[in-house]
């Protein structure tokens, strides 16, 4: 994989194909996910793989969360296409930091610490996806079910993200970006 072009094209999708990635790929791309770099070597992330059944029932909880909130006429955003992105995708790993619940004098530091692992370990599975064809999607939107899906897998830790990840069924343009000049500051 040239890193350049893999930066370079890759986007998000949110339609995907109804062909199956196989078990072998995402083991592979969870394992690359994992040499990501981390804070202090803490390697804080924890991700749970959800096909099929169980990818039933997180658009299931989703749906009902969906339907709270129209029902109390609070704002969606773009939850109802997360829903859809993650109905149609082969596979969504949910993304958790093991040590946020958990560790008794957990810093707001040692929390942006974890947070910027967990946002590398995910950017690495998203890149090396490109390498194998493969759309992703990084969805935030799992909070505004998030203690939902804490309580239906069992689960302590904090829920930071998930990833829908299937063979694309679009071909999205280029966001916009900012211009350098924008975002960047020298200073001598």
Known sequence: MDTFSAIETRKSIRRFQSKLV?????????????????????????????????????????????????????????????????????VVILVFNAFSNVEKYYTHYRSLTDTQSIGAAIQTLLLAACDFGLGTLWI?????????????????????????IGYPNQTPHPRPRKLLNEVVEWKS
């Open 22 to 90: 196989p078990r072998e790929i995402i083991e592979k791309l969870l394992r690359l996910a994992i040499k990501a770099p981390s804070g202090k070597n803490r390697q804080p992330w924890r991700f749970v793989v959800l096909e099929n059944h169980s990818k039933a029932e997180l658009v299931n909880i989703m749906d009902n969360v969906a339907k709270l909130y129209k029902e109390q006429n609070k704002s969606l955003g773009s939850f109802e296409l997360s829903i859809n992105a993650i109905s149609e995708a082969s």
């Open 140 to 164: 935030c939107d799992v909070f505004y079910c998030d203690y939902e899906i804490c309580s239906w897998l069992n689960r302590q830790d904090e829920l930071v993200a998930a990833v829908a």
